[in-house]
């Protein structure tokens, strides 16, 4: 990004708590961008963005889950604002041609990263297979 813009300021890499390049992270660069400080990060985490909302888009795709997709994890909850606002990740994400009605049926949610989503899954599990479990009737 840096050769592609190389007139923005760098602002990681300069001021008072300055950082050298090879000690930039992830982290770093959300931070950044996320509160706005630094247009660079920014950009990146818009470009990230746009390939990250592909991609789940291509995934649910691919297997069709229609109870939702399930967001979760240290970068999600980086960028959780920009997800949940910008209608140009959920765009993207549905954006899959003459199946885009098709993807509109499945939600996307972001939990937050306190949720045990493993603990979650392996009650219900456990739950179900201890016979406790009935499938509701159709009336």
Avoid at 55 to 84: E, M, S
Avoid at 117 to 138: D, N
């Amino acid at each position: 990004m840096k050769k592609e813009h190389p007139g923005m300021a760098l602002v990681l890499e300069t001021g008072a708590n300055a950082k050298a390049p090879k000690d930039i992270n992830s982290h770093d660069i959300i931070i950044a961008a996320m509160t706005g400080k630094d247009p660079l990060c920014m950009k990146v985490v818009d470009k990230f963005s746009e390939i990250f909302a592909v991609q789940a888009g291509d995934t649910a795709l691919k297997y069709l889950p229609y109870g939702g997709i399930y967001l979760i994890g240290g970068v999600t909850n980086g960028i959780r604002d920009q997800i949940l606002h910008d209608k140009k990740w959920i765009n993207t994400f549905y954006a899959k041609g003459r199946l885009e009605s098709t993807m509109r049926r499945m939600p996307v949610m972001v939990l937050n990263p306190e949720t045990e989503l493993g603990i979650l899954g392996a009650e219900e599990i456990a739950y179900r297979l201890s016979g406790s479990f009935t499938q509701p009737t159709a009336v």
